[in-house]
Structures are given as C-alpha cells and as structure tokens.
T-cell receptor
Framework: KNQVEQSPQSLIILEGKNCTLQ??????????LRWYKQDTGRGPVSLTI?????NTKSNGRYTATLDADTKQSSLHITASQLSDSASYIC????????????FGAGTILRVKS | NAGVMQNPRHLVRRRGQEARLRCSPM?????VYWYRQLPEEGLKFMVY????????ESGMPKERFSAEFPKEGPSILRIQQVVRGDSAAYFC???????????????FGQGTRLTVV
C-alpha cells in the first residue's frame, strides 16, 4: 500500500535550537519527494522537491535529505524561529498514477521563546 | 499573480443542504487538484481535472460529490445532501503541467473549511 509515515507526530523546541523531522514511505514506483510547510488555517507551501538521484537539498534554514534505498527522508531546521511553528508535511509522488501526490499526516512543530 | 484563490474560506451548511466550493487556479495553470483534510490527518486526494475534463476521480466518493472545471470560470467541487462527516478542510491546488514531476510545482489555495451542523 502506498503510504507516507512521519515522526514525531508533534514536537516542541526552544527558539534558536535545531530539529530534525523524519519521513518513511512505501510509495512505489517513486517519482519525487516534497516537503511542505502548512501554517494553521493556510494551504501548504512547498519547501523542497527531490528526485531519487538527489541526496540533499537546502532552502535557507531548511535542509532535506533523501535515501531512496531505505525510503527515508528527513527535514532539518537550523536555528529555529517562532515563525517556524507549523505543520511540516512529507509528500511522495507516485509515478505509476501520473505522479499523484501521497501526503503524510505531518509533524506539528511548535517553537517556544 | 494572485495565486490559487478559494472561496468561500468558511462555509456552514445544515445536514441535507448543498455545498459549492470554488477554486480559481493561478494564471496560466490548466490543471486543478482537490484534496480533503480531516482534523489530525493528512491531505487526501479527491479529483484531478483539466479544463472541461475529469482526468482522475479515484479519490472522490461515488455519491453526492461531483467536480467540474469549465472552459470559463473556476473549478467547482459540489457536495449534495451534506452530512456531518463531510465537515473538513477542502484544498485546491493548481499546476501548469502534469504529471507532477520534479519540475512541476503544485500551488495550494488557502482552503475552504466546511462545517455541517
């Protein structure tokens, strides 16, 4: 079954600290993996997109890694800010179904001052 | 470019009424996707449309739900005879092309929050 599992479900960190969010997927055949940020009450906004041949991609303080062999990805946030408080969603594209997007349930991050 | 516009942002309907959710894609985008998000859950695919065509409706419930994307005007997600279980956030995304490969970004609207009372 094509699934995307994320951990932890929620996370609280102090402002300025780093954190890493995890994503495991069973989607096959795999096309690409995306990380989105969703603020409360808003639509998801893309952070990174990676193909199977990419191991890492950065977008400012966000760095995503991908291990296509183990089907794992992580999103590392450096020097967290209060505005990083949001849900972070791992999304995998299923090549077999026209690259249909399969969403994880998200990790809710709360950054405290 | 105003981005993907969804309206209304909030919609309250009584059980048995009809709900109409509208989505205007970004300028130049001819592909629209609808997703549903229940509380504490991830977004679930419902339907993918191009202008005047339904390409993939595999995530759409067989009854009461329908979607269209006419040649002119926004895409409409229509829910007839709403029930409490239809209460959710409905998101629309648009893209310039498909399939959603690495060079094809999907941009999301702010969503419509439907509450059935």
């Amino acid at each position: 079954k094509n699934q995307v599992e994320q951990s932890p479900q929620s996370l609280i960190i102090l402002e300025g600290k780093n954190c890493t969010l995890q994503c495991n997927y069973t989607v096959s055949p795999f096309s690409n993996l995306r990380w989105y940020k969703q603020d409360t009450g808003r639509g998801p906004v893309s952070l990174t997109i990676m193909t199977f041949s990419e191991n890492t991609k950065s977008n400012g303080r966000y760095t995503a890694t991908l291990d296509a062999d183990t089907k794992q990805s992580s999103l590392h946030i450096t020097a967290s800010q209060l505005s990083d408080s949001a849900s972070y969603i791992c999304v995998v594209s299923n090549m077999e179904y026209g690259n249909k997007l399969v969403f994880g349930a998200g990790t809710i991050l709360r950054v405290k001052s | 470019n105003a981005g993907v516009m969804q309206n209304p942002r909030h919609l309250v309907r009584r059980r048995g009424q009809e709900a109409r959710l509208r989505c205007s894609p970004m300028k130049g985008h001819s592909h629209v996707y609808w997703y549903r998000q229940l509380p504490e859950e991830g977004l679930k695919f419902m339907v993918y449309l191009q202008k005047e065509n339904i390409i993939d409706e595999s995530g759409m419930p067989k009854e009461r739900f329908s979607a269209e994307f006419p040649k002119e005007g926004p895409s409409i997600l229509r829910i007839q005879q709403v029930v409490r279980g239809d209460s959710a956030a409905y998101f629309c995304a648009s893209s310039r092309g498909t399939p959603l490969g690495v060079n094809t970004e999907a941009f999301f609207g702010q969503g419509t929050r439907l509450t059935v009372v």
